[in-house]
C-alpha cells in the first residue's frame, strides 16, 4: 500500500509537471537589427583651385567722349555707327577754308620775316669791318646786332603761328583717338560746332583688352595680397546667364583699391581681360572667379559627408559593409565640397547621407539609387545660374568631371549636358553615384 501511494503521488507530480512545461514557451535569441540604408561618395585626392566667387561690370581701357578742337561747320561725318574703327581714323570734317586761309597768311608773314632777317644779317656783317677802322660808332654797330636779334626773334615767332595755324587745319579732320568701337553721332553735318561748347561728337570704347572691376569681402584682403606678393593672380570670367553661352574668359588682376569701403566692408578689384573676339562688351555683368590659391593633393568630400559631434567633426567610412567612425579635421569649402586635411584618405567610402541612424560597427546597406529629395536638390542646382557658372568656370580651369560633380553637388552627366555638351564615355558608362 504505501508503494502504490508513493508510485500515484509520482504519477500525479510527473502528470502536473507535463501540464506546467506544456504551457512554458521555448526561449529564442533576439533578432538582429537590419542593415541601416545610406548613401556615399568616395574621398578623393584632387588639385583644388580656390575661387572665391563674385561678380561685377565690364570697363573699357579708353572711355573717349571725341569733341571739336576747332569751331566750324561740319562738312561730313565718314565713320559708321558701332563700326570699329583705328586710332587715326577720321570720324568727321570740319569746313577748313578759313584754317587754310591763316596758313598761307602765317607762311608769307614768316617768308617776309626771314627776307628781313637775312638783309639785316648781311648790313651787320659789312658794318663788322667799318667798326674796326672805326669808321662807325660802336653804338651804331650795337644797334645793328639787336635789329638781326630782333629780326631772329620775329621770324621764331611767326614759325610758331605757323605751327598752330597747321595744328588747326589738321584739326579739321577730327580723328580716332584710340581704336574702338563707336557709339551713336551725336551731331550731324551741316551743325556749327567750337571747342569751347563742350559738345561730344561721337563717344569712342575700346574693346580690347577690357577691365573687370568687381569686390571681395576685406576679411579676404590678406589673401589677396599674399597672393598678388607671390606673382600674378589667375581670374575667371563667366557671363550672366541670359547674357548667353559665350564661354569662360582668361585674365589675371592687376591691382586692388587702395582703401576698404567703410559702408559695404568690401575692396574693389581690377582684372584685365583679353577679348580678341569681341565677346565681351563694355558694361557687361560677368561673374568673376580670382584664383587665390591651389591646393595640391587634397583629399576632397561632399559636405554632406562631414557632420559635428562632441568631439568635433566626424565622418562615418564604410568597410565590409559596416560603419567605422572618425573624427577629422577640414580645411577650406569647395562649392558642395570640404578639403579633408585630417582623418581620411582617398578611396575611403564616406556616407553622405544617413548618419544619424549609424553607431560604431552599425551594419550598412549602400543606396544606389538617388532619393526625390536629391534628386529635387540637383535640379534646382541645374536651375541656378552661379552653379552653371561655377561648372563651366571648372571645365575652363582644367577640373576632371568626377570633381566637378564632387565640388557642385551635381552628377557629371547632368554637369555635361547642362553646358550643351555630352558626357564622356567613362562618364556615360558609370553608374550615379549617390551624394
Same mark, same amino acid.
Given at each position: 500500500?504505501?508503494?502504490?501511494?508513493?508510485?500515484?503521488?509520482?504519477?500525479?507530480?510527473?502528470?502536473?509537471?507535463?501540464?506546467?512545461?506544456?504551457?512554458?514557451?521555448?526561449?529564442?535569441?533576439?533578432?538582429?537589427?537590419?542593415?541601416?540604408?545610406?548613401?556615399?561618395?568616395?574621398?578623393?585626392?584632387?588639385?583644388?583651385?580656390?575661387?572665391?566667387?563674385?561678380?561685377?561690370?565690364?570697363?573699357?581701357?579708353?572711355?573717349?567722349?571725341?569733341?571739336?578742337?576747332?569751331?566750324?561747320?561740319?562738312l561730313d561725318a565718314p565713320f559708321v555707327e558701332g563700326a570699329t574703327v583705328?586710332?587715326?581714323?577720321?570720324?568727321?570734317?570740319?569746313?577748313?577754308?578759313?584754317?587754310?586761309?591763316?596758313?598761307?597768311?602765317?607762311?608769307?608773314?614768316?617768308?617776309?620775316?626771314?627776307?628781313?632777317?637775312?638783309?639785316?644779317?648781311?648790313?651787320?656783317?659789312?658794318?663788322?669791318?667799318?667798326?674796326?677802322?672805326?669808321?662807325?660808332?660802336?653804338?651804331?654797330?650795337?644797334?645793328?646786332?639787336?635789329?638781326? +636779334?630782333?629780326?631772329?626773334?620775329?621770324?621764331?615767332?611767326?614759325?610758331?603761328?605757323?605751327?598752330?595755324?597747321?595744328?588747326?587745319?589738321?584739326?579739321?579732320?577730327?580723328?580716332?583717338?584710340?581704336?574702338?568701337?563707336?557709339?551713336?553721332?551725336?551731331?550731324?553735318?551741316?551743325?556749327?560746332?567750337?571747342?569751347?561748347?563742350?559738345?561730344?561728337?561721337?563717344?569712342?570704347?575700346?574693346? +580690347?583688352?577690357?577691365?573687370? +572691376?568687381?569686390?571681395?569681402?576685406?576679411?579676404?584682403?590678406?589673401?589677396?595680397?599674399?597672393?598678388?606678393?607671390?606673382?600674378?593672380?589667375?581670374?575667371?570670367?563667366?557671363?550672366?546667364?541670359?547674357?548667353?553661352?559665350?564661354?569662360?574668359?582668361?585674365?589675371?588682376?592687376?591691382?586692388?583699391?587702395?582703401?576698404?569701403?567703410?559702408?559695404?566692408?568690401?575692396?574693389?578689384?581690377?582684372?584685365?581681360?583679353?577679348?580678341?573676339?569681341?565677346?565681351?562688351?563694355?558694361?557687361?555683368?560677368?561673374?568673376?572667379?580670382?584664383?587665390?590659391?591651389?591646393?595640391?593633393?587634397?583629399?576632397?568630400?561632399p559636405q554632406s559627408a562631414v557632420a559635428l559631434g562632441k568631439n568635433g567633426?566626424?565622418?562615418?567610412?564604410?568597410?565590409?559593409?559596416?560603419?567605422?567612425?572618425?573624427?577629422?579635421?577640414?580645411?577650406?569649402?569647395?562649392?558642395?565640397?570640404?578639403?579633408?586635411?585630417?582623418?581620411?584618405?582617398?578611396?575611403?567610402?564616406?556616407?553622405?547621407?544617413?548618419?544619424?541612424?549609424?553607431?560604431?560597427?552599425?551594419?550598412?546597406?549602400?543606396?544606389?539609387?538617388?532619393?526625390?529629395?536629391?534628386?529635387?536638390?540637383?535640379?534646382?542646382?541645374?536651375?541656378?545660374?552661379?552653379?552653371?557658372?561655377?561648372?563651366?568656370?571648372?571645365?575652363?580651369?582644367?577640373?576632371?568631371?568626377?570633381?566637378?560633380?564632387?565640388?557642385?553637388?551635381?552628377?557629371? +552627366?547632368?554637369?555635361?549636358?547642362?553646358?550643351?555638351?555630352?558626357?564622356?564615355?567613362?562618364?556615360?558608362?558609370?553608374?550615379?553615384?549617390?551624394?
Amino acid at each position: 500500500m504505501y508503494f502504490m501511494a508513493i508510485s500515484r503521488i509520482l504519477l500525479l507530480g510527473a502528470a502536473c509537471g507535463l501540464v506546467v512545461c506544456g504551457g512554458c514557451k521555448k526561449k529564442t535569441a533576439p533578432t538582429a537589427r537590419p542593415p541601416t540604408p545610406v548613401s556615399v561618395a568616395t574621398a578623393q585626392q584632387a588639385d583644388v583651385p580656390v575661387y572665391l566667387p563674385s561678380f561685377g561690370r565690364l570697363q573699357a581701357l579708353n572711355d573717349v567722349n571725341v569733341q571739336p578742337q576747332v569751331s566750324g561747320k561740319i562738312l561730313d561725318a565718314p565713320f559708321v555707327e558701332g563700326a570699329t574703327v583705328q586710332k587715326g581714323d577720321v570720324l568727321f570734317h570740319i569746313e577748313p577754308d578759313i584754317y587754310k586761309a591763316e596758313v598761307d597768311q602765317a607762311k608769307a608773314s614768316l617768308d617776309a620775316a626771314k627776307v628781313a632777317l637775312r638783309q639785316k644779317k648781311d648790313t651787320l656783317k659789312r658794318n663788322a669791318s667799318l667798326v674796326e677802322q672805326k669808321l662807325i660808332s660802336q653804338d651804331n654797330f650795337e644797334q645793328l646786332k639787336t635789329d638781326v +636779334d630782333a629780326s631772329e626773334a620775329s621770324v621764331e615767332q611767326l614759325s610758331a603761328a605757323l605751327e598752330q595755324a597747321k595744328i588747326n587745319l589738321a584739326y579739321c579732320d577730327v580723328v580716332a583717338p584710340v581704336t574702338g568701337v563707336t557709339g551713336k553721332r551725336l551731331v550731324d553735318p551741316g551743325n556749327i560746332v567750337s571747342p569751347g561748347a563742350g559738345q561730344t561728337l561721337v563717344n569712342v570704347r575700346s574693346v +580690347d583688352p577690357l577691365y573687370a +572691376d568687381f569686390t571681395l569681402s576685406e576679411a579676404y584682403l590678406p589673401e589677396v595680397k599674399a597672393a598678388m606678393k607671390k606673382g600674378e593672380v589667375a581670374v575667371l570670367l563667366v557671363l550672366e546667364e541670359n547674357a548667353g553661352h559665350a564661354g569662360v574668359f582668361h585674365g589675371q588682376v592687376k591691382m586692388y583699391d587702395n582703401a576698404v569701403d567703410s559702408k559695404s566692408g568690401t575692396i574693389g578689384l581690377r582684372a584685365l581681360v583679353s577679348n580678341p573676339d569681341g565677346a565681351l562688351w563694355p558694361g557687361q555683368f560677368v561673374f568673376v572667379y580670382p584664383m587665390l590659391d591651389k591646393i595640391k593633393d587634397a583629399i576632397v568630400v561632399p559636405q554632406s559627408a562631414v557632420a559635428l559631434g562632441k568631439n568635433g567633426p566626424y565622418s562615418y567610412v564604410i568597410k565590409d559593409n559596416k560603419a567605422d567612425i572618425r573624427l577629422v579635421e577640414k580645411g577650406v569649402d569647395v562649392g558642395d565640397a570640404v578639403v579633408i586635411t585630417k582623418g581620411l584618405e582617398a578611396g575611403d567610402v564616406v556616407v553622405t547621407l544617413g548618419q544619424l541612424a549609424l553607431w560604431p560597427s552599425a551594419p550598412v546597406a549602400i543606396t544606389k539609387t538617388p532619393s526625390a529629395e536629391q534628386a529635387a536638390a540637383v535640379e534646382k542646382k541645374l536651375k541656378d545660374p552661379n552653379i552653371i557658372s561655377t561648372i563651366r568656370t571648372m571645365t575652363a580651369a582644367g577640373v576632371t568631371e568626377e570633381e566637378i560633380a564632387l565640388f557642385t553637388g551635381v552628377p557629371a +552627366d547632368q554637369a555635361q549636358q547642362a553646358l550643351g555638351k555630352q558626357p564622356s564615355q567613362s562618364t556615360a558608362d558609370a553608374k550615379p553615384a549617390a551624394k
